[in-house]
Each structure stands twice: as structure tokens, then as C-alpha cells.
């Protein structure tokens, strides 16, 4: 005689939040959002008072009414879903992200084709007190022979994506735009020879943008992030030449050039936030309304403990207090249709729609590598040049020994402190190279921010949960661009 052993069942690990006037949980295993009904809170309320078995789980639901069929299709889709988890091994929590194969196929470069910057910025982490950073004796203008290296290495291990991208980085990167237009062309060639498409981007401070350079960015659709920090008393705290004159006066006439001119991409602002620079408010209705920015993004510092320019824990909390007001505006806009601008809310929905489940924090050293002016590959442009994190050189390809044992330690599940945070399919632990700066380690969890992402990341939660209600529609037309771009 077989005996059949009923399941019993406790929550799973998930988030719960509500919005517009309904239930939702983020599922942690499977990074994914789901709107309860009645019937499916129902089961978790009743969880919420101690495990109880399949059978006593179908009997409360059909005793409010539903289907006894319909009540045993629905704890099973719970549990399918990992919503609820079974004591039976055969259903255990779903596992960590897997660790990437040896072989994954690249997919963008961070071409850093100069270390050369005709600014002075005193927190850069290029050149600052936190550099690692080691560029001496070697070249500071990447060669055309290099960059043609770095070229053929993208195709040749970009696998069978049929995309791939270019991102032009410095020191300044302008400074090298004659390298950058035979870049432009040798990789479009060799793109369309191997059957695939390449995209372009670049960073620039702006201090060097001229008609002709707007011209060639707008001809070949590359896009342009702009690392400015607001109006000009902010703008020149930091962001200064190596004689101490703020850059404001010059940037502004360019940037106005730029986004005029600038007709295939649109341009946005990433924005450094730094002891003294946080009025966030008042920087983004500079940058988007003022100066006509497309987006505009921001981020803390990188810093060690107790630079000048670092954040102190008040600031943040301000920092976060407007972050929370912008975003009501993005959902504001969002719920009436209407694009907002503020990108730290666009990229959270973005990945919320996607279902990412990170096994690490970005592409560093993964899909994505570094190079250096002298063709030394690195997990990312913030490791470029850096003696002790180089992955390997152009002409000889990737070091995969390096490249797994950086890859291994960065994994989230190396990182204890994140195997119970919720928000960890989104966050991974954090930047590699904030690790590194602040705890000597790439694989580090970045503890001191753990708070504001799991406030932030529910915040992001609560809206998607709005547009869900109010206007799904946005949320589809969202997921489209992005399969698009």
C-alpha cells in the first residue's frame, strides 16, 4: 500500500507591498512581481500564522467559496511559483543565480582612449585620493593599432549575439576624437563583415564639444552621457581645472550646442553627489529643465572613509528624501503617459519589468571589459589601467583565470550579509570597484548602502505596483523600448 504524504507549506522568501489599493509580492527566487488576488492572499494570510498542509490550504479556500479543483490548481501554482515552499527536498527554495560560464560572450568594451583629462576634478577616482589607478610609463593615447586589437577581440568573442557596443571613456575623451572617428569606422566595417550590428557611446565633461564633433556624434547615432553636476555653484565646487577655475562657463554654451544639435540620441547627465553637492532637486530642474537634458541620473561618490568630499549619513538620508519626491513626479507622469527624466527610477523599472535575477552586480569582467590606452583588458573602465585587476591584453586575449576568480568572488552568493536581503536580484552586493575603494575586496558586499537600496528598490516596487493599476500600458510600451534598444 503507497501512503501519499501531503506537502506543508511556509511562506517563501518574497517582498510584500501594496499600491493602488492592491496586493503585491516581489519573489525573491525568481525575481518577479506578482498582484495577489483575494484567493492567493488568502493562502498567505493563513501562512503567516504557521506552516500548514496542502490539504488544510485547499479546505479554507473552498470554504470561502472557491472550487475545491480551482483551490488545489492554485496552491500548486503558488508553489511552482515559489511564493510558498514545500518541506519536501524536491521542493526547496530555487537556487542562486548559476555562475557564468568560462566562455561567456562578450558583448560591449569601455574603450578608455586616453587617461589624459584636461580637468582636475577632486574627486575623481581616476586621479583623486582613492586612485588605484597606475598609468605611469605607460601610454596615455590609446594607439589605432590598439584600438583595432580591441575591435577584433569584441567580434571574435562576442559569440553569436548579433549586437554589439563601444563605449569611448577617458580621462576626457574628447581629447582623442580623432582616434575615435577611425574607431567609428574600422568597427562598423568589421561589424557588418561578421554579420552583426555595433552601437556607440561616450562619456565626455563637455569642455571640448565643437560643431564638427556634434556633427559626427549625430550622423552615427552615438550617444552621450555628460558627467555635470549642476548649476554653476555646484558645478564648480568640484568639477574644476588644474588652476582651480570652475569648468561651468565653459560647459554650458557646449552642452546647449549639444542638445540642439544632437538630433539621433538623446543626451543625459550623470550627476556625482558629494559633500555640499546634494541639493538633488535643484540640480535636476537645472539639467532637465534648464539646460534641456534628457535624462538625468545620480550617484554617491566612490570614496574611503573620511575623504573631504564624501557623503556623511544626514546627507544621505536628504539625498534619499528627494530622491522619493522625484520619483512621485515619475509616476506621475507615468500614470498620465508622459516620459519624466529621472533615470534612477527609469533604470529600477527597467530591470523590474525584465525579471533580473543578478548573479552579479553589472557586467564587469563578464560581458563587459576595460582597455586601456595601452590595450591592458580590465573588468571595467573604473579598473582601467590598475596593475593589480588587469584581465589579460588585447593581442593575447582574455586571462580566464583572472577573469574567474574575479567573477567567483563577486558572485552573490560569495557574499554572505546578502543571502537574506530581499533586494539582492537587483542590487548583487554592489559595485566592484565601490568594494574595492571601501573594503580592499571587489567581491565585498557594499554594506554602507545597503539600507538606501532596499529603501529605494521598494520605493521603485510601490510604483510599478501604481502603473500595474493605473496605466499598464506605460509598463508594456516601457518593455518594448528596451527590447529595442
Known amino acids: 500500500m503507497t501512503v501519499m504524504l501531503s506537502h506543508r507549506y511556509r511562506p517563501g522568501e518574497y517582498r510584500a507591498f501594496a499600491a493602488a489599493d492592491a496586493r503585491f509580492i516581489y519573489v525573491v527566487g525568481a525575481g518577479s512581481i506578482f498582484q495577489l488576488d483575494a484567493a492567493a492572499a488568502q493562502v498567505l494570510d493563513l501562512l503567516e500564522d504557521g506552516a500548514a498542509d496542502h490539504d488544510d490550504l485547499v479546505r479554507a479556500l473552498a470554504d470561502r467559496g472557491m472550487p475545491a479543483a480551482d483551490a488545489d490548481e492554485l496552491v500548486r501554482e503558488l508553489r511552482f511559483a515559489g511564493v510558498i515552499l514545500s518541506d519536501q ?20 568594451l569601455v574603450l578608455n582612449i586616453t587617461n589624459q583629462c584636461n580637468l582636475a576634478c577632486t574627486y575623481c577616482y581616476e586621479f583623486g585620493a582613492d586612485k588605484i589607478a597606475t598609468p605611469q610609463g605607460k601610454k596615455k593615447y590609446m594607439s589605432i593599432d590598439t ?8 567580434i571574435a568573442q562576442s559569440g553569436a549575439r548579433k549586437g554589439v557596443h563601444i563605449t569611448f571613456f577617458g580621462g576626457e575623451t574628447l581629447m582623442n576624437f580623432p582616434l575615435l572617428k577611425q574607431v567609428v569606422a574600422y568597427a562598423t566595417d568589421r561589424a557588418t563583415e561578421a554579420g552583426k550590428t555595433v552601437g556607440f557611446s561616450l562619456t565626455t565633461n563637455a569642455t571640448l564639444i565643437t560643431a564638427e564633433i556634434i556633427s559626427f556624434l549625430s550622423d552615427h547615432e552615438i550617444g552621450v552621457t555628460v558627467s555635470m553636476d549642476g548649476p554653476p555653484d555646484l558645478q564648480d565646487k568640484h568639477r574644476v581645472y588644474k588652476s582651480g577655475k570652475g569648468s561651468y562657463a565653459v560647459v554650458e554654451p557646449r552642452l546647449r550646442a549639444l542638445i540642439a544639435g544632437h538630433r539621433t540620441r538623446a543626451i543625459t547627465a550623470r550627476v556625482t553627489l558629494t559633500d555640499g553637492v546634494t541639493d538633488v532637486l535643484r540640480i535636476y530642474r537645472h539639467l532637465k529643465d534648464e539646460l534641456g537634458f534628457h535624462e538625468v541620473g545620480f550617484a554617491p561618490v566612490t570614496s574611503g572613509d573620511a575623504r573631504s568630499y564624501s557623503l556623511a549619513a544626514g546627507e544621505m538620508d536628504g539625498v534619499l528624501a528627494q530622491f522619493h519626491q522625484l520619483a512621485d513626479e515619475w509616476l506621475d507622469h507615468a500614470i498620465a503617459g508622459r516620459s519624466h527624466g529621472f533615470s534612477n527610477v ?34 571595467c573602465h573604473r579598473f582601467t589601467d590598475a596593475d593589480t585587476h588587469t584581465m589579460g591584453h588585447v593581442s593575447s586575449g582574455i586571462d580566464r583565470e583572472r577573469q574567474r576568480d574575479f567573477l567567483a568572488r563577486g558572485h552573490v552568493d560569495a557574499k554572505y550579509e546578502c543571502q537574506s536581503c530581499w533586494a539582492r536580484p537587483l542590487c548583487a552586493g554592489g559595485c566592484h570597484h565601490e568594494a574595492f575603494v571601501r573594503y580592499g575586496d571587489t567581491g565585498h ?24 493599476v493605473k496605466n499598464p500600458a506605460f509598463l508594456e510600451r516601457f518593455a518594448q523600448r528596451k527590447a529595442l534598444s
Request: hydrophobic share 35%.
Open 89 to 108: 527536498a524536491a521542493y526547496a527554495p530555487a537556487p542562486a543565480p548559476d555562475h557564468p560560464p568560462a566562455d561567456f560572450p562578450l558583448q560591449a
Open 147 to 154: 584600438a583595432r586589437e580591441s575591435v577584433d577581440l569584441l
Open 445 to 468: 558586499a557594499n554594506l554602507h548602502y545597503c539600507d538606501w537600496i532596499r529603501d529605494w528598490t521598494d520605493r521603485c516596487l510601490r510604483i510599478y505596483g501604481e502603473l500595474a
Open 346 to 379: 527609469s533604470e529600477t523599472i527597467s530591470e523590474l519589468i525584465q525579471g533580473v535575477h543578478k548573479s552579479h552586480p553589472c557586467g564587469a569582467g563578464l560581458g563587459l571589459l576595460g582597455v586601456s590606452p595601452s590595450g591592458d583588458l580590465s573588468p
